[in-house]
């Protein structure tokens, strides 16, 4: 079946450092690919999402480009900030189905 | 805000008793969708609803059930409960049954005890 793989956690990163999550998607055929976050206490909230190769997705700083190749959706901020501290999840979601599958999450602390 | 309400937020009761979780989606959203999330286990779907209809299943227990209603809004029964059970249940939804975009209420966190 589907699977997303991501980066176990915790990241631990200072403030105004660089941001990489890796996350990689295997399945039948080209997902749409999307990444949430969860503040703490929170559900969870659409935070970008590509649809098709070469796709970029962007917000709040955010981007993660939708690579065909490896199915690699992996999330970048080139300055991370105290308040991005949440929990990160790369999801996707196949073209037959209804429902996304959900990685692991990434937990990522930043330290002022 | 996402728009998804959820109650209670927390619910603390005892193993074997049954509990009924309560979602109401976005306005204008006709699927419903519920998850759990736990330590171990990660976030996991556990039933599709659109339109009062079942749409899809997931890692759901038999002792666990669920139902949309006319104004939409839906619930999520948990009985004969372990302690297992205790998890954050979510419920999300989105304006079509393909959950392109799907919106989470804060959850409903369950402790059995």
């Known amino acids: 079946g589907d699977s997303v793989t991501q980066m176990e956690g915790p990241v631990t990163l200072s403030e105004e450092a660089c941001l990489t999550i890796?996350?990689?998607?295997?399945?039948?055929?080209?997902?749409?690919l999307f990444w949430y976050v969860q503040y703490p206490g929170e559900g969870l909230q659409l935070l970008l999402k590509a649809t098709k190769a070469d796709d970029k997705g962007s917000n709040k700083g955010f981007e993660a480009t939708y690579r065909k190749e490896t199915t690699s959706f992996h999330l970048e901020k080139g300055s991370v900030q105290v308040s991005d501290s949440a929990v990160y999840f790369c999801a996707g979601r196949a073209g037959g189905s209804y429902i996304p599958t959900f990685g692991r999450g990434t937990s990522l602390i930043v330290h002022p | 805000d996402s728009g998804v309400t959820q109650t209670p937020k927390h619910l603390i009761t005892a193993t074997g008793q049954r509990v009924t979780l309560r979602c109401s989606p976005r306005?204008?959203?006709?699927?419903v969708y519920w998850y759990q999330q736990s330590l171990d286990q990660g976030l996991q779907f556990l039933i599709q609803?659109?339109?009062?209809?079942?749409?899809a299943k997931g890692n759901i227990l038999e002792r666990f059930s669920a139902q949309q209603f006319p104004d939409l809004h839906s619930e999520l029964n948990l009985s004969s409960l372990e302690l297992g059970d205790s998890a954050l249940y979510f419920c999300?939804?989105?304006?079509?049954?393909?959950?392109?975009?799907?919106?989470f209420g804060p959850g409903t966190r369950l402790t059995v005890t």
């Open positions: 999300a939804s989105s304006v079509s049954q393909q959950g392109y975009e799907q919106y």
């Open positions: 609803y659109y339109n009062g209809e079942e749409r």
């Open positions: 306005s204008g959203d006709l699927s």
């Open positions: 890796n996350c990689t998607y295997t399945a039948t055929g080209y997902p749409s």
